[in-house]
């Protein structure tokens, strides 16, 4: 408590008590309430002035960060332009971080910024990554139209087909996704499984497998087998002739791709990246043989 005492004059007192009818605002520090005098006259005609502590003003504190919504790659995947469209923009690795910024309907797919710095987006298979968000993302605008159809009961039949196109496909752990019209043939309906971590595409009225996808897309360093591109293509013609019989490739045009170590094989009606082409057959293989991709578009 600060006391301020001095002896005045008749006049001066006068002048002080009218000038102190009202309260007596001293400074103080920002974030305070201003301090305020009390006056008291003594019996000795001596005047008092007490300086209240000042109180201090509690800050108001209003919350309104956004949760950050972030995804970690749990392998080396490719980060696609599209959630149905798997053209390839960027290759990711383990470990990668990118900010989860939207889903597809039914949380397949998530829609992220590239890892890599540029200010652009992509989609990811939800399974090949870990989410790490305290609220749901909410539904990408170009995604509103891929409506989750109701899931039907794996067919023994379909299993048998996903055995055959991959004997090294081990069929103990499966999950039906979904039922759905495939994103590369508009009229076609298929079953979607998800066996292992890669994915296959059925169409249940021929038991054809009509598109695979791996979890992996970078060759694996421990692999001591390396493949040239044109003994890879052979594979690749290989794979086509066993699920296409008959299937005649010299009539259609041919593109070769290549990200790092893996190895892209499409063929086309008409002439690549010309207006009217249609890709209507894809192989992916990594440079050890391992099989990346394949998508059987023909009609």
């Known amino acids: 408590m600060k006391k301020i005492i001095f002896?005045?004059?008749?006049?001066?007192?006068?002048?002080?008590?009218?000038?102190?009818?009202?309260?007596?605002?001293f400074g103080s520090d920002p974030g305070t309430q201003p301090a305020t005098a009390q006056l008291t006259l003594t019996p000795d005609a001596k005047l008092i002035i007490?300086?209240?502590?000042?109180?201090?003003?509690?800050?108001?504190?209003?919350l309104?960060?956004?949760?950050?919504?972030?995804?970690?790659?749990?392998?080396?995947?490719?980060?696609?332009?599209?959630?149905?469209?798997?053209?390839?923009?960027?290759?990711?690795k383990a470990g990668d971080k990118a900010q989860a910024i939207g889903q597809t309907p039914a949380g397949d797919w998530i829609k992220i910024i590239y890892p890599i710095g540029l200010n652009e987006t992509g989609?990811?298979?939800?399974?090949?990554?870990?989410?790490?968000?305290?609220?749901?993302?909410?539904?990408?605008?170009?995604?509103?139209?891929?409506?989750?159809?109701?899931?039907?009961?794996?067919?023994?039949?379909e299993l048998a087909a996903i055995q055959k196109f991959?004997?090294?496909?081990?069929?103990?752990?499966?999950?039906?996704?979904?039922?759905?019209?495939?994103?590369?043939?508009?009229?076609?309906?298929?079953?979607?499984?998800?066996?292992?971590?890669?994915?296959?595409?059925?169409?249940?009225?021929?038991?054809?497998?009509v598109e695979y996808e791996a979890n992996q897309t970078t060759a694996s360093s421990e692999s001591s087998k390396k493949?040239?591109?044109?003994?890879?293509?052979?594979?690749?013609?290989?794979?086509?002739?066993?699920?296409v019989p008959g299937i005649n490739l010299d009539k259609y045009s041919f593109e070769l791709g290549q990200k790092i170590d893996n190895y892209f094989f499409m063929w086309f009606v008409g002439q690549p990246d010309q207006p009217g082409s249609l890709r209507v057959m894809y192989v992916g293989y990594q440079s050890d043989g391992t099989l990346l991709g394949y998508i059987n578009a023909l009609p």
């Open 227 to 243: 493949y040239t591109s044109d003994q890879l293509k052979q594979i690749a013609i290989q794979l086509v002739d066993a699920q």
């Open 166 to 209: 991959n004997p090294n496909e081990t069929i103990g752990k499966y999950r039906l996704e979904k039922s759905t019209i495939d994103s590369n043939l508009p009229n076609l309906k298929v079953d979607v499984f998800q066996i292992n971590n890669a994915l296959y595409v059925l169409d249940p009225g021929t038991n054809r497998v």
């Open 64 to 92: 309104s960060a956004v949760p950050e919504a972030y995804i970690i790659f749990n392998s080396s995947i490719a980060v696609s332009s599209d959630p149905t469209v798997r053209s390839l923009l960027v290759i990711s």
């Open 123 to 157: 989609w990811v298979p939800a399974r090949s990554v870990t989410l790490y968000s305290s609220t749901p993302l909410p539904i990408a605008p170009e995604a509103q139209r891929l409506t989750v159809a109701p899931t039907v009961l794996a067919d023994p039949q």
């Open 7 to 25: 002896v005045p004059t008749l006049v001066s007192l006068l002048f002080i008590l009218t000038a102190c009818q009202s309260t007596i605002s």
């Open 50 to 62: 007490e300086t209240a502590k000042p109180v201090p003003i509690q800050p108001t504190v209003t």
